[in-house]
Every structure is written in structure tokens, then in C-alpha cells.
């Protein structure tokens, strides 16, 4: 393939990744976004261009394979494996599945709106014996 053909291939993919990146996106998508605009493997960028793949879809194969390595509920994966996963994720022939399910589950019941609450009144105390004094009276 030739020189024009590499790049004409990049340009495509920068363009559909651009398209999808100006859409509402996470954190991690950018970072990903980023790291696959600095590439310079063409497979890569025919993979960017399938239409079964897009940036979302890696995030979530990566979360998907991240939850493998958890340990009490957490995971900590080092920037080289995660992009490892992003590449395989481009340049696999069909779409690398998902072996695990995440599922989310809540406690919270509903809660009821809350009212607000009424203002005290103040109580007022007479006090005997004493004298009410005006600010005014001491110019």
C-alpha cells in the first residue's frame, strides 16, 4: 500500500473519530481519542474505520476486561495493558465480546420529597424590671 493510501486511511478514521469525540464523552474516551490519533499503524486506523467499532465500545471492552483483574471491587490497570486492550479491540476481525455482566444494583429506597420546615416563631419574653432602650434615644 502506498504512502497516500496510509494516510488517506488515517485522515478517514481521524475524521469518524472527530464525528464521535464532538458528542457528549467521558474522560477516558478522550484519553483513548488521544492515544489513537497519535498512532501510526495502519490496522489500527481500518479498524477505527469498521463500523462496528467505535471509541465508546473500546472503553467499555477495556472496563470489561478490567473488571477481571478486580480485587475487592478495585482495579488498578496500568496505561501500556489498557492501550494493549485498545488495539486488540481495533484490529480483531469481529468485535472482541464481553465475557462478563455488570450489573448495578441499588439500596436506596424511593425517598419522599421533604418538606420544608416551618420557621419558629420567636416566643417573647417579658422581662420585668428592665427597660427596652432605643439607639435613637442616645443621640
Known sequence: MTTIETVNFKEKALEKMLDEMNGIHSGAEDVIHNWLCDQEEQAIFEGVLKKDRSIKGAVKYCSSR???????????IDDETVFSWVRKYFISEKVPKNSTKTTVKTTAEKLKPKQKPKPKQKEEKSQEGFEQLDLLDFL
Open 66 to 76: 478490567a473488571s477481571k483483574h478486580q480485587h475487592e471491587g478495585v482495579a488498578m
